[in-house]
């Protein structure tokens, strides 16, 4: 009952408005002075969750991928990837998935990949016969890679919570995230194939193709120079959100010369308000999470959790229902925020590695990314291409499907997500 009435608390706060941090933090504060506990508990974890050299790369990453954003970066990604597999069935789809996962390899944000991969995108694929609503789903559910293909700042966020590797958890990403690009490039194909619209586009001659990779390879390189340094152990996750930004801002300003100094101003200022949104809500939830810990919900729910759920099977079907419905309203972030110190305890007790779970949760998350009426993809692929939002809905829920096979595979074949990490 005390677990359904704090629960119910935080979801009123929020339904009627109160910001993510303010509710968590405020909420937590309420519980400790109800409960007797000393209330400068909450300034101690409001200092430590943000005292975290990890949590610096959140920051970096997004000043990175918005310097790339605004420095025109995903149009040349796009166009060297549609001048080598354009002219494939479904070619500009398959060049879309590509692309979205090519700037998730360098951006961390999903939001960041969907819009910089749509604005380029839309206008080509309509202009080619493909239906709206098909480009507005594909590019929703593209951008949800940036989430999952390291470096992931959902990820990071992750791993500062439940203590975990951040190597460890973007290794773990990278065969989901490549599954997740096959399905949906195998799907697009499928859809041209069957669609009495799609119209196909002549081959790039050898010029333009190597003239459109000559373009995009610094792009590339910065993107496997990150991975590379972070897999290999050159740096830390952090050391490399550090590169990529000085990386980023040679490559825009010095190689391209595609940024201008108001587009760096803008996108510095971006950077800060959403490095200072994640912030105030990580130090809410951190003051949350210490204040259910005290009052003993997350021993209770494991309690609980273990008393009636006797296979790991079923708890993960209790929690994927559960992320689902909570998708319909909250955002990805918060999601996690809110329910994985809940989780946390029931997730040891089941005995389920927290890597894996890690990659289910971001995965159900996904969902929440491409799901009606909060889904932020959803909005971004709205304000770009001038639709109506159940008309971008309706283009996302085979994707939708898609998202919800891909974590069914990997409850089977747990070695998707854990190979790598175990054998790296």
């Not at 959100?241 to 391209?256: D, K, N, Q, R, Y």
């Not at 999601?335 to 994985?340: D, E, G, R, V």
């Amino acid at each position: 009952m005390t677990v359904l009435l704090i629960l119910g608390a935080l979801f009123a706060l929020l339904l009627v408005g109160v910001p993510v941090a303010f509710a968590l933090g405020g909420l937590g504060f309420m519980l400790l002075v109800v409960g007797n506990f000393a209330p400068r508990i909450a300034t101690t974890s409001l200092l430590s969750s943000l005292d975290s050299f990890i949590l610096i790369a959140v920051p970096l990453f997004l000043l990175m991928s918005n310097v790339l954003l605004r420095g025109g970066v995903g149009r040349d990604l796009f166009a060297a990837v549609q001048a080598w597999v354009g002219h494939w069935p479904g070619g500009l789809a398959v060049a879309t998935v590509i692309s979205c996962g090519l700037f998730s390899a360098i951006s961390g944000s999903s939001v960041a990949t969907a819009g910089t991969i749509g604005a380029v995108a839309i206008p080509e694929m309509t202009k080619r016969g493909y239906p709206r609503s098909f480009v507005f789903g594909l590019l929703a559910a593209g951008g949800t890679l940036g989430i999952l293909i390291p470096p992931s700042i959902i990820l990071i966020v992750y791993g500062v919570i439940t203590e975990s590797s951040i190597l460890g958890l973007f290794m773990a990403g990278v065969g989901p995230g490549l599954l997740l690009m096959a399905l949906f490039i195998a799907y697009s194909m499928l859809f041209a194939r069957f669609s009495s619209h799609y119209q196909p586009i002549p081959k790039a001659d050898w010029t333009e193709r190597w003239n459109t990779a000559v373009r995009a390879l610094p792009t590339m390189g910065l993107a496997a120079l990150v991975i590379t340094g972070i897999y290999a152990g050159w740096f830390t996750p952090t050391e490399a959100s550090a590169i990529g930004f000085i990386g980023a801002l040679i490559l825009t300003l010095v190689v391209l010369r595609s940024l201008s100094w108001e587009d760096l101003k803008g996108a510095v200022t971006d950077g800060l308000k959403a490095s200072a949104t994640i912030l105030l809500i990580v130090a809410g939830a951190k003051i949350f999470g210490r204040a259910i810990a005290l009052w003993r919900i997350p021993q209770d729910m494991s309690s609980f959790i273990t008393a009636n759920v006797d296979t790991v099977g079923a708890f993960v079907i209790a929690i994927a229902v559960v992320l689902l419905l909570m998708g319909l309203f909250m955002e990805a972030l918060s999601m996690m925020l809110i329910m994985m110190p809940v989780l946390a305890g029931a997730m040891i007790a089941m005995d389920i590695n927290p890597i894996w779970f890690g990659i289910f949760f971001v995965l159900m998350v996904e969902c929440a990314l491409i799901t009606p009426p909060v889904g932020l993809n959803l909005f971004v692929i709205q304000a770009i291409g001038k639709a109506r939002l159940g008309e971008v809905a309706r283009g996302a829920a085979p994707f939708v499907a898609i998202l919800l096979f891909t974590v069914l595979l990997i409850y089977l074949f747990k070695d998707i997500v854990l190979w790598l990490p175990r054998n790296l």
